[in-house]
């Protein structure tokens, strides 16, 4: 069964006259990891949101379709039940600290307090979100006092503690340092070897490329395409939605270097893979 | 207590952020030397966003976190300020905060009604006074014009407040006409979700 | 960060104290005094209040609040002192300026009033993490999320501050006046605040989607990760208090029935 069921969903914020959500339907399975991809206001952080119920919950406006998580309708739910199975990650660290608890430990302890989760548990459950993500080392710190990066992780361990089972990440790094960015990804890496289910939102094509089973590609409130990271980029109009290929997608591209599926590769592990085999060829 | 009903997330967000509003606006006063307190920007915002109990709430609540941390004097005026968020609330839901003119009404209104509740407070605490130099210069000269205690101590609080108040309200005025209209929906509770399904 | 609270760790016998049994202190000095309608209990309870805050070894950082409160007496002094409207007897002449007994004791009214709130506060502030405070309170089922409201501010504050002192560097190397006539200042007030309130505004939606997606709605019963337990101690300091409180209260009514 899909993790993930999108039907027909619609959605405007309030005081809008244009669908944010234009008729999207996809299904998405459990354990996949899904990267999106589109310009800016092309509907991408509204899709996520709607995952977790934010759309329509928290935001109001005007809603069309449905979305269901397993079996639930995140319509005729509510945002407390969706996020003990959904997280959301979003782009600046400094807002997703709650601001109300002085240590790291704390700050991870907030989530569990609100959904109840017995204080043995609970201290158990930060200690292995603590080392997942590797921050044991600033408990005691003041959230606050912490570098982008490290904020990043304390966002994504607080996530974690409370164990859902998709995890949504709204351009986790585009606030973050080269270093910081490199913290997050390694630590998304980690959630999607553990079997999570994980929706990421990022610029850094590349990355997309290298970590991605299936990319969606978003424009003015449409899916344009869900498929193969290399199926997506090798579409011939890529540009009219705004985005640039990865590097080496461009190259193969300018060369005429395809796979078998007559679609370019997409990070350079598949292209020294393909120019090996050509190689391979004209030895023979 | 079940505040959900009628306080969404985003309102309780807010009422925090204006507090914080509050001591910069006062901690920017003190350093640019100001005769003025401009110390309830945040109330006044948190009130034109999201209605006259927020206000209150937020006014109350500012007095409250002051009075338990840096000065206990500022609880005694926990009263004044809630009064003040409500006012400002109840002139904003009317639209008054739209046009300039609304806005100096609005404040003139804020600044009598927390005259009217500070006064008999500064009676009760400290003898009708107010510990802003201007305000008890007035006060000294009023009592020794031997006009009863209660009439000097008005005059010592309308002349801190009317003018704070004056101030306070045109400068919330110029950044609550600057905000997008997607964030000042987020505060306003009684929206509905519209279908749009066929 | 910079913290903006009072509270200091001293691992003295008023930090390990129930925050209720200081809350309930401080009911006791206010009311007391007034229940009985006796000034003196105001001194007395004045009197136990300097010595908690100096045997919990905070007296140095009370030292401005005393600072503060002498204005305010000196103040009320001089001006009940000259002007006072029931002022009859001259006790004290200096040149021109003629000092009234009855001013004097109106004075010595209001400074016994300034004193006993400011210290019996003191007593609570100085010694209790206000995190604590706001727990003890949800416990007792005061709403979790009006306890975030409060415990953020405690946040947001030193933030603020941080971002103010950022601000006015900026602008200062920039050459904005900060100095200057009155109206100079008053000028340069809006451009320094106004964007750090827009954004501060914008930022509380993110914020309180961050709250939202961590359950901050969630109908459960909360659990505390922080263990709080009342001890024996505590509950003997509470059950003297408010037997002090009912007791001035009895006395009260005997003497006024007689």
Redesign the interface.
């Known amino acids: 069964m899909s993790k993930i069921t999108v039907t027909n969903l619609?959605?405007?914020?309030?005081?809008?006259d244009n669908?944010a959500l234009n008729n999207i339907s996809f299904e998405i399975q459990p354990g996949e990891f899904i990267g999106i991809v589109g310009e800016n206001n092309s509907g991408k952080s509204t899709l996520c949101?709607s995952i977790?119920g934010?759309v329509?919950?928290?935001?109001?406006?005007?809603?069309?379709?449905s979305v269901i998580i397993d079996d639930i309708e995140v319509y005729k739910s509510?945002?407390?039940t969706l996020?003990?199975k959904v997280?959301?990650i979003?782009q600046?660290p400094?807002?997703?600290?709650?601001?109300?608890?002085?240590t790291v430990?704390?700050e991870i302890?907030?989530?569990?307090?609100?959904?109840?989760?017995?204080?043995d548990e609970?201290?158990e459950r930060i200690n292995f979100s603590m080392k997942l993500l590797d921050i044991e080392q600033y408990k005691d710190r003041?959230p606050?006092?912490l570098s982008g990066g490290q904020m990043q992780r304390v966002?994504i361990a607080?996530?974690i503690a409370?164990k859902p089972e998709i995890i949504i990440l709204d351009e986790p790094t585009s606030q973050l340092d080269p270093a910081g960015s490199e913290e997050v990804f390694q630590a998304v890496t980690k959630l999607s070897n553990e079997g999570i289910t994980i929706i990421m939102v990022e610029h850094k094509i590349e990355k997309i490329a290298a970590y991605c089973d299936k990319v969606m590609l978003m424009h003015k409130g449409e899916l344009i395409k869900f498929d193969t990271p290399s199926e997506v980029f090798s579409l011939d109009n890529l540009s009219d939605y705004g985005i640039n290929p990865p590097i080496f997608t461009s190259i193969c591209k300018k060369l005429n270097l395809r796979k078998d599926d007559n679609n370019y590769p997409v990070t350079i592990e598949e292209t020294l893979q393909l120019l090996k085999k050509e190689r391979s060829y004209e030895q023979n | 207590m079940n505040t959900k009903k009628w306080l969404s997330?985003?309102v309780l967000v807010l009422i925090?952020a204006c507090i914080g509003i509050n001591f910069l606006g006062k901690s920017f006063a003190e350093a640019l030397h100001l005769p003025l307190w401009l110390d309830s920007i945040g109330t006044c915002l948190a009130a034109c966003l999201a209605g006259p109990i927020v206000g209150a709430i937020c006014g109350a609540a500012n007095n409250l976190i002051y009075g338990l941390t840096l000065s206990p004097i500022s609880l005694v005026y926990a009263l004044t300020s809630a009064a003040i968020g409500i006012v400002v609330g109840i002139l904003a839901n009317k639209g008054q905060m739209r046009h300039i003119k609304g806005a100096i009404l609005t404040s003139i209104l804020a600044g009598l009604v927390a005259v009217i509740i500070s006064t008999p407070l500064n009676v009760i605490f400290w003898g009708g006074m107010t510990g802003n130099t201007w305000g008890d210069a007035v006060y000294a000269w009023a009592v020794a014009q031997k006009l009863p205690m209660f009439i000097a101590s008005f005059f010592d609080e309308m002349v801190v407040d009317i003018p704070d108040k004056i101030a306070t309200i045109l400068i919330v005025f110029g950044i609550y006409k600057g905000l997008p209209?997607?964030l000042t929906?987020?505060y306003q509770s009684n929206?509905?979700?519209?279908?749009?399904?066929? | 960060?910079k913290s903006i609270t009072l509270y200091e760790y001293k691992n003295s016998f008023l930090n390990h104290i129930d925050p209720f049994c200081k809350l309930l202190y401080i009911l006791a000095a206010l009311s007391i005094p007034l229940i009985l309608g006796v000034s003196v209990t105001k001194l007395i309870f004045i009197a136990i209040s300097i010595f908690l805050i100096i045997s919990n070894k905070v007296f140095k950082k009370v030292i401005p609040l005393f600072t503060f409160s002498a204005i305010i007496i000196l103040t009320a002094i001089i001006i009940q002192g000259l002007f006072y409207s029931n002022n009859k007897h001259i006790i004290l002449q200096l040149g021109p300026l003629k000092f009234y007994k009855e001013g004097l004791l109106f004075a010595y009214h209001i400074a016994l009033n300034v004193l006993n709130i400011l210290l019996s506060f003191a007593v609570l502030i100085f010694t209790t993490k206000p995190?604590d405070l706001i727990d003890s309170f949800v416990r007792v089922g005061f709403s979790?999320r009006f306890g975030?409201v409060l415990?953020?501010v405690f946040?947001?504050i030193p933030?603020m501050s941080e971002t103010m002192s950022t601000i006015s560097d900026a602008q200062k190397s920039r050459g904005m006046e900060s100095e200057g006539n009155l109206f100079t200042r008053i000028k340069a007030f809006f451009p320094l605040i106004s964007p750090v309130i827009t954004s501060s505004l914008i930022?509380t939606r993110?914020?309180?989607?961050?709250?939202?997606?961590?359950?901050?709605?969630?109908?459960?019963?909360?659990?505390?990760?922080?263990?709080q337990t009342r001890t024996r101690k505590d509950k003997i300091i509470n059950i003297i208090l408010l037997l002090l409180i009912i007791l001035s209260s009895i006395w009260r009514i005997i003497t006024c029935l007689k």
């Open positions: 619609k959605y405007k914020y309030p005081h809008r669908l949101q977790i934010l329509p919950h928290f935001y109001k406006g005007g809603y069309g379709g509510d945002i407390s996020c003990k997280g959301l979003f600046n400094f807002n997703q600290v709650t601001g109300s608890k002085e430990f704390e302890a907030f989530g569990l307090e609100n959904i109840g989760i017995p204080r609970m201290i003041n606050f006092d966002a607080s996530i409370m | 997330t985003a925090p209209k997607t929906s987020l929206d509905k979700i519209e279908n749009l399904n066929d | 960060m995190t979790p975030y415990s953020s946040q947001i933030q930022n993110e914020r309180a989607i961050a709250l939202e997606v961590r359950g901050f709605n969630s109908t459960t019963k909360k659990t505390f990760l922080n263990q």
